[in-house]
């Protein structure tokens, strides 16, 4: 069965995300995220499953952008975040119920339509709809309960009176003026001084006090958030206190108590932490971290003794990243579960507080399932895991049966549009590289391929971003499409790539464009040779740090019949300072003044002559990672040689490609390009 898919079926995806297991780990709320044709929206749901699988899912709340569910420690009530009109009791209360009541408003008073993002909760034991919990006009990041289950913590922007009146005028089309170093960040825009503090709030009565010095700070804050962790007695959350904030790369745990008082800096300003998390007894927590400096070195969880506040990582001997999920649980008091980017695949290891060597788990996971992102509470595991064949969908597996047990299935979430589309195959494949190494890749093939016994195909060589990532065997929109049109679909692990240990990544650090074309090139020629690939009919694209190794390639071989670079960097010296990245250039090739040559010599434009592929370059409007312009100058400059080429800009979009329609869009843009220039269809 093919010709089965249509970009537009990608409408018909239901795409379950966050997950929070209830404590006694009978019910398992999640996020998922539906797309409405009509109004061209994604909007995202909270739903609430019994983990033993005796009923489908239950969709809790309707709100439009519901997430980050986290259930009270006693398990009555279940809080998320949601930009949602004001709560009716408080409109009531505040005296704001008669909304055609103009009366005394001045017509050049703002009316701000947008809501804050706020914190609401559903009291389960007493049913009803979610209740508004917080108010905070520049609304809530981030939040986490108390032990009591009575308090929450929060992150929140808490301007002065001269920065609410400088957010006013710019609002209402004032300049912009900043004096921090960090200037802007993807997704977040130009930033400000406004400072985040944690507040902790009483949830019956909405009164809160703010932690004066609970607050962030650094050039990761705006990225990273405060990510407070409320243990049994004291609060841990994230921030950056060294002397100049955004001219370093650190992120340090600090505690505090819940009262405000007690600061306590844990670490020493030479990790860039993430995801604190209190043990079950309070003596300790764990982080996840990298190192401040180094980000090929593979991210580590860390231990801290609550007392002492003396730290290790203990699972530094297994040489491995903790993989995307980025998150850690307590089994028990002296046990934790890290998923970990192992050789292309995610896999849970259970990790010692003693330091003990970690143990993978999860036999039955087999080598073509993923981990998206798990849990842990009472006695079960929860996973959101994906397939090739599967969009990704949530198990429950019990706690005791972590080694080899067979997860039960508790959500359907696509089970029409699998069945009624041809899913592809997919292979793990070794090959060997120029210069002798093993490089590993990940293959999607068409649903009727016999890699046995079958004609060549056209190949899409796609490039993962990072470049300190990993691919693993998923199901992706874009690589169901393009093998259902008969395309064999390669993703390559490159050196530089996470998952393969510190060595195999770190060749990469400073010297970008050294080695990822030729691993990318010595695929496509295994698939060549294994007559699994047209070699005429070869294509090349990625995203990201894919579209700077797509500069790469299409300056360095004439390899490929076509190719599309899609919001990637491609003149290193001329991207510093018009992106949010200044720190992470200045860490792998020093500053653009002093070392003009290692940033020419990592910049594809400086070989923008020798192109003659025909090249599609796509960017985000507002893309600060990887900023527009540098996709205005590679196809210029490709254009400017009479080569074909064509720019695609997505104007309101940041880094990534967030609207249905203009993700479908993309990927009708790259396959319209890549049947264009295809030499078995000329």
């Not at 239901?14 to 780990?25: E, R």
């Not at 979610?130 to 108010?135: C, K, L, W």
């Not at 900043?178 to 406004?194: C, E, M």
């Not at 705006?222 to 007695?233: D, V």
């Amino acid at each position: 069965m093919t010709g089965t898919f249509e970009a537009s079926d990608f409408y018909d995806l239901t795409l379950a995300a966050d997950l929070a297991l209830s404590p006694d780990g009978d019910r398992l709320a999640f996020v998922a995220s539906e797309f409405d044709r009509d109004e061209d929206d994604r909007r995202t749901s909270l739903f609430v499953v019994p983990t033993d699988g005796s009923d489908s899912p239950y969709r809790l709340s309707r709100a439009s952008d519901a997430g980050s569910p986290k259930w009270s420690p006693d398990g009555s009530k279940l809080a998320f975040l949601a930009a949602r009109d004001e709560d009716a009791a408080l409109s009531v209360q505040n005296g704001d119920c008669d909304s055609d009541d103009e009366e005394g408003r001045d017509e050049n008073d703002e009316i701000d339509d947008e809501p804050k993002s706020q914190v609401w909760m559903f009291d389960l034991a007493r049913g009803g709809d979610a209740r508004q919990v917080t108010t905070r006009e520049e609304g809530v990041r981030e939040f986490d309960w108390g032990p009591e289950s009575e308090r929450i913590v929060v992150s929140a922007r808490d301007p002065t009176d001269e920065q609410a009146a400088y957010l006013a005028e710019r609002r209402d089309g004032g300049p912009v003026e900043i004096s921090r170093l960090q200037h802007r960040f993807d997704g977040k825009g130009l930033l400000d001084d406004v400072t985040t503090y944690l507040f902790v709030v009483d949830v019956a009565t909405r009164e809160e006090r703010r932690l004066d010095d609970a607050y962030g700070g650094g050039a990761h804050e705006p990225g990273t958030g405060l990510q407070p962790a409320w243990g049994l007695e004291r609060i841990a959350f994230l921030s950056n206190r060294t002397e100049r904030p955004d001219d370093s790369g650190a992120v340090d745990v600090y505690t505090i108590d819940p009262n405000g008082d007690k600061l306590r800096q844990v670490t020493d300003t030479n990790l860039y932490a993430n995801a604190p998390r209190w043990s079950p007894d309070g003596d300790h927590f764990a982080f996840t971290a990298s190192d401040a400096i180094n980000w090929h070195i593979p991210t580590q969880v860390f231990v801290a003794d609550a007392e002492t506040d003396e730290y290790r990582s203990i699972t530094d001997s297994l040489d491995r990243t903790v993989a995307h999920a980025n998150r850690v649980r307590w089994l028990d008091a002296e046990t934790l579960l890290a998923p970990i980017g192992d050789e292309g695949s995610t896999r849970l290891a259970r990790c010692f507080a003693d330091g003990s060597d970690p143990e993978y788990t999860f036999e039955s996971q087999g080598d073509y399932r993923t981990i998206r992102t798990f849990d842990h509470a009472g006695e079960t595991i929860a996973l959101l895991t994906t397939e090739p064949e599967t969009v990704g969908d949530l198990y429950a597996l019990d706690a005791d049966d972590l080694e080899s047990g067979e997860p039960t299935r508790l959500t359907t979430l696509n089970g029409a549009f699998e069945e009624s589309h041809a899913m592809p195959g997919c292979r793990r494949v070794v090959y060997e590289n120029d210069s002798g190494d093993d490089i590993e890749g990940i293959v999607y093939l068409p649903a009727n391929f016999d890699p046995e016994d079958s004609d060549p195909h056209p190949l899409i060589v796609s490039i993962h971003g990072g470049p300190i990532s990993y691919d693993t065997p998923e199901f992706a929109f874009d690589y169901a499409y393009w093998t259902d049109k008969g395309y064999v679909v390669l993703c390559p692990n490159y050196r530089g790539s996470s998952s393969y240990g510190r060595e195999f990544s770190e060749v990469l650090r400073g010297a970008w464009g050294s080695c990822e074309a030729e691993d990318v090139v010595s695929g496509v020629e295994h698939l060549v040779e294994r007559g699994w690939v047209d070699t005429d009919r070869t294509f090349a694209t990625g995203f990201s740090y894919g579209g700077i190794t797509t500069g790469y390639l299409i300056t360095n071989t004439n390899r490929f019949a076509g190719a599309a670079a899609e919001h990637g960097i491609y003149d290193l010296r001329s991207c510093y300072g018009t992106d949010d990245a200044h720190k992470w250039w200045e860490n792998d090739f020093g500053l653009p003044w002093e070392n003009a040559e290692t940033y020419g010599s990592a910049s594809s434009i400086t070989d923008v002559g020798n192109v003659e592929t025909p090249l599609l370059v796509t960017a985000g409007g507002e893309d600060w990672r990887c900023p527009p312009s540098q996709s205005e100058q590679l196809y210029v400059s490709v254009k400017k040689q009479d080569v074909p080429a064509k720019l695609v800009v997505y104007p309101d979009e940041h880094h990534n490609i967030g609207d249905p329609d203009r993700a479908i869009h993309r990927i009708e843009q790259l396959t319209e390009w890549f049947e264009t220039y295809d030499p078995g269809r000329l």
